[in-house]
C-alpha cells in the first residue's frame, strides 16, 4: 500500500521532473512530466560539538491542487541509501562513507502519497554517512535524485527501471559550526608506531628476524581519534601485510588477523551500552580455506588492553553499517573489485553489549527474519579468535590424489585406503575418494531411515556442490557431500557411529558448521 503523509506546508519551489531511460543500451528519448509545485526543506542545528549525532530533517511538500505520487528512493524519506548530501567542512567536499543500495523495479510501496498541500518528513542521522568528527564550518547539501519518478495516479507509476530517470528538486543548504569538545592528545608519529609494534610482534614471535619490513602507514578514521583517542595502523608489506594494530595509552593490540583473508574489512565508533564511552567496533576476515569473517570491538570503558571478540562468525564477507551510535548492524557484503565498492547484502542483525563474569560481552543479535540460506552461514566460534583460530587448524595433505583440507585440532584423523575418517566423540566425518577408472568398493551401502533435506550449495575445489542432509522425526541424522571434479568421485558423509538408538541421534548444528567449514577448506596441489 502506498504510503500516506499529511505534514504542515512549508516554501515553495517548482520542480520539473523527467523521466529517462537509465539502463544501457536505451533510448535518448526523453519524456517531460507536467510541472508541479513541490517543496524540498531541510533542517539541521546550527552548532554541535565533536561527538554528537548530525539529525537532518527533510521535508517534501506539494502544493499542486492535485495528489503526486513520489518515488522515495535516494532521499531521505527511505533513510540514507546512497549518495543523497553534498557535505564540505571548511570547503573540502567530504567523502561518502555509507552503504550503496541495489535496485530492483520500483513497487507501490517505494512511492509516497502526498496529497494537495500535503508534506512527507524525515529525520536522518548524517553522521552514520559522513565524517563529522572534526571541528569546523559543515555546509550540506540535498542532491536531487538522478533515479526518480513522480505521477499522479498509481496507473503512472514506474514498473521497471527503464522508467526512471533524473528528478530536479531544487533545495536549500544549511550550515553547521561545530566545536571541538575538549583537547586531544599529541598523535603518535609514524616511526614511533612502528618501533612499538615492532616490539610487540617480537613479543608475541620471539625469533623474528629483527629487521624485518614494517611499513606502517595510519589509517586515516579521524571519529577513533576523536572519540577514543587511539591510532589505527595497517601494515602495507612484508611477512605481516594487511595486519592493523591500534595504538593508544602506550599500549598496542593487534585488530583480528589478515592471515588468508582481508584483515580489518570495516570499523564503526559507538556506544552500544550508552554509557558515555565510546567503543571500536570493526570486522576482519581470515582464512583460504576456511574463509570466515568475525566480529570485534576495543571497548576501554571495560578493558584498554584487550580485544573482545562475538561468538558468532560468518561465512563470508561482512560489514558494519552504524544507524546511530547505539545501534550498529551487520550485513553480508560483496566486493565488486572493478569498482572497488561493497555491496551490502543481507542483514544478519545488530550488535550488544551484554553483562559477563564482571565483563563485556559482544553479542550478535541474529535477525529473526534471516534467509535460511545465510542463516546456515552463521557459526560458533568456541571461544577462539581468528588469530588462533587460524594457527591452531590441523592440515591433511594427500600427495597422491593432489589435495589438501584443513581440520579442528579437535577431530582425530584416521587413514585407510581411499579413505579419510575425522573422528569427535560420537561423530565421524567420513572422506572418501577414488579416480573414475578405479575398482574401489563403497566405503558405506545403504541410507537409514529419513527423508532428504537440501542445506543448499557450498564452494568445493572451486565448483558448487550440494549439501544434504537426512532428517527422521525432526532430527538431522546424517549430513553428506558428492563431488566429482575432473576424474576424482568425492563421498563425504558426517554421521553418528556410536550411539545405538537411532532416534537419540541428533548431529548438532556446531558439528554441521565445523563440517561444512573443513569440506569448504580442500584445495588442489
Known sequence: MVRDVRICLLARLVLLSATVGCTPGSSSEVTIATETDLTATIEAPTTLTTGETMPLRFTLTNNADTQLYVLTWYTPLEGIAGKIFHVERNGEVLLYEGILATRAAPSPDDYVLLEPGAAASAQVDLATAYDFSQAGTYTIQFLSPKISHVARSEDEMATTLDDLGPVQIPANTVTVE??????????LRPEAAEEMVREYLHSQ???LSPNFPLPLPELPV???WEHLPVQIFRVSDGPFAGET????NETV???????GGRGVTSMRVADLDQDGSAELL?????GSGIHQS?????APAYAEDRVYEAETAYLGDVGLVKEDMSRVMVSVVESDEESQVLRYGETLGHLTIQPHEDEAKLVLEVAEDLPDDVRKDLIQTAGQDGEEAQSTLESYVNGQYAFTFRYPPAWSLEEEANLVKLSQGTLRLAIAFRRQDEDVPPPWTGMPAGDRESRGTMTFLSQEIEKTSLVYEGKVKLLTYNAQVGDLIFSIRLEDTVTADYAAIQIPEAAQSEADQIVASFESH
Not at 561545530?178 to 598523535?187: N, W
Request: net charge neutral.
Open 222 to 224: 579521524p571519529e577513533v
Open 282 to 286: 570493526f570486522t576482519y576476515s581470515f
Open 205 to 207: 614471535k620471539p625469533n
Open 294 to 298: 568475525r566480529i570485534a570491538m576495543v
Open 178 to 187: 561545530i566545536d571541538s569538545s575538549e583537547a586531544l592528545p599529541d598523535r
Open 245 to 248: 594494530f591500534l595504538i593508544g
Open 253 to 259: 593490540l593487534r585488530l583480528g588477523t589478515a592471515v
